[in-house]
T-cell receptor, first 113, second 114 residues
Framework: AQSVTQPDIHITVSEGASLELRCNYS??????LFWYVQSPGQGLQLLLK??????LVQGIKGFEAEFKRSQSSFNLRKPSVHWSDAAEYFC???????????FGPGTRLSVLP | ETGVTQTPRHLVMGMTNKKSLKCEQH?????MYWYKQSAKKPLELMFV???????ENNSVPSRFSPECPNSSHLFLHLHTLQPEDSALYLC?????????????FGPGTRLTVT
């Protein structure tokens, strides 16, 4: 069965600094991978997704993620963080048909002014 | 309205009340989901509907009762809840249950059980 880990529970960065959020997955075949963001009291919004092809995918709000098969990772990056990026970030792996999405536990991002 | 909507956004109910949460998707999707999100716990999948049929019930207590009258609407009926049921309840939809299709989430209903 597939699984997702996000090693960092909470990360704090200064506004303008670069950001990398880690995601590791376990899945036997080529995974379908997603990053979502959740602002306080809101639902989850899709940032980006990887299906196949170019291993560097671009998303909304200036985010990108890189798929590394050898490391079973799909890390999320942003070159310059804005105060509005403070939120919870979830990595997810798409399941086989008939199975369910698996979400990671989330990483909370705080941004210092 | 666009996307996935949920009503009410906030709900306070006593342990003996009966209430319902409503979810509506305007995306033409065929699968709908209920999730529970509690503080400091991972997202918990509660129910999955595909083409209006319940395909999964993840050992959810019977005090939670889902209903999917058509592909656009999903309800979660609540009765005799416990304080530990206080959480954010999220509805989501996807084009199908195939793994290539991302889920779209509503804003959630913040439930407080007193």
């Amino acid at each position: 069965a597939q699984s997702v880990t996000q090693p960092d529970i909470h990360i704090t960065v200064s506004e303008g600094a670069s950001l990398e959020l880690r995601c590791n997955y376990s899945y036997g075949a080529t995974p379908y991978l997603f990053w979502y963001v959740q602002s306080p009291g809101q639902g989850l919004q899709l940032l980006l997704k990887y299906f196949s092809g170019d291993t560097l995918v671009q998303g909304i709000k200036g985010f990108e993620a890189e798929f590394k098969r050898s490391q079973s990772s799909f890390n999320l990056r942003k070159p310059s963080v804005h105060w509005s990026d403070a939120a919870e970030y979830f990595c997810a792996v798409g399941a086989d048909y008939g199975q369910n999405f698996v979400f990671g536990p989330g990483t909370r991002l705080s941004v210092l002014p | 309205e666009t996307g996935v909507t949920q009503t009410p956004r906030h709900l306070v109910m006593g342990m003996t009340n009966k209430k319902s949460l409503k979810c509506e998707q305007h995306l033409g999707h065929n699968a709908m989901y209920w999730y529970k999100q509690s503080a400091k716990k991972p997202l918990e999948l509660m129910f999955v509907y595909s083409l209006e049929e319940r395909v999964e019930n993840n050992s959810v207590p019977s005090r939670f009762s889902p209903e999917c009258p058509n592909s656009s609407h999903l309800f979660l009926h609540l009765h005799t809840l416990q304080p530990e049921d206080s959480a954010l309840y999220l509805c989501a939809s996807s084009q199908s249950r195939d793994r290539s299709y991302e889920q779209y989430f509503g804003p959630g209903t913040r439930l407080t059980v007193t």
